[in-house]
Nanobody, 122 residues
Framework: VQLVESGGGLVQAGDSLRLSCAAS????????MGWFRQAKGKEREFVGRISWNGYHTYYADSVKGRFTISRDNAKNTVYLQMNSLKPEDTAVYYC????????????????WGQGTQVTVSS
């Protein structure tokens, strides 16, 4: 599975942004998809994940109520809708794919995108 993120950019605090992650491969719908982020000088942080069928989502407390993950298996794409953005959301955002494991742990994921930069100005 190859993953390519897009949609990052520079926004102001309070704005919204939607990231996309396009996957190649016919087995995309088998994978739980996760979103992670990494701010400069910090460790990679779990943002949220969505089950293979889209029925179940789980979010980090820091983004709960502001971020929403969805997926379209027909388009091999997963989305991260980010609302009410804050300067502390500034990071490189990555999507990742996993078949099983502890989905909050980045080591569970088998495939990663190259990342897309999100910068939120105050």
């Amino acid at each position: 599975v190859q993953l390519v993120e897009s949609g990052g950019g520079l926004v102001q605090a309070g704005d919204s942004l939607r990231l996309s992650c396009a996957a190649s491969g016919r087995t995309f719908s088998s994978y739980t998809m996760g979103w992670f982020r990494q701010a400069k000088g910090k460790e990679r942080e779990f943002v949220g994940r969505i089950s293979w069928n889209g029925y179940h989502t789980y979010y980090a407390d820091s983004v709960k109520g502001r971020f929403t993950i969805s997926r379209d298996n027909a388009k091999n794409t997963v989305y991260l809708q980010m609302n009410s953005l804050k300067p502390e959301d500034t990071a490189v955002y990555y999507c990742a794919a996993a078949l099983e494991g502890h989905y909050s742990d980045y080591q569970t994921y088998d495939y990663w995108g190259q990342g897309t930069q999100v910068t939120v100005s105050s």
